[in-house]
């Protein structure tokens, strides 16, 4: 069993900063092994790419709408993946949902992809007040 718990949603005011966090652990789970990625859903809306980090950690992936103002990272001592938020908007208000792809190669077209991904968590809630 593969479980990836999400952490660090909540209510903020627009303009504020959350930090997500994502553990995963499982008997069979190699951190190592997997690209991480982070998608948000909001209401009435389709699960959408957000970010994503690749198994070594050294290229990210980010969608044109939080670039610049979201960052990913990977602590793979911790099996833990982040999404730092900074500069939030109303527009960024969904679920957020952490997933993790085995792959060693990606590109920004296979990343984003939600059906690229072998698991995912529960989701965290983050509400962007105006």
């Known amino acids: 069993q593969v479980q990836l718990v999400e952490s660090g949603g909540g209510l903020v005011q627009a303009g504020g900063s959350l930090r997500l966090s994502c553990a995963a652990s499982g008997r069979t789970f190699t951190f190592s092994n997997y690209a991480m990625g982070w998608f948000r859903q909001a209401p009435g809306k389709e699960r959408e790419f957000v970010a994503a980090?690749?198994?070594?950690?050294?290229?990210?992936y980010y969608a044109d709408s939080v670039k610049g103002r979201f960052t990913i990272s990977r602590d793979g001592a911790k099996n833990t993946v982040y999404l730092q938020m900074n500069s939030l908007k109303t527009e960024d208000t969904a679920v957020y949902y952490c997933a993790a792809a085995r792959t060693y190669s990606a590109t920004y077209g296979t990343i984003s992809t939600s059906t690229r991904y072998d698991y995912w968590g529960q989701g965290t809630q983050v509400t962007v007040s105006s």
């Open positions: 980090i690749s198994w070594s950690g050294s290229t990210t």
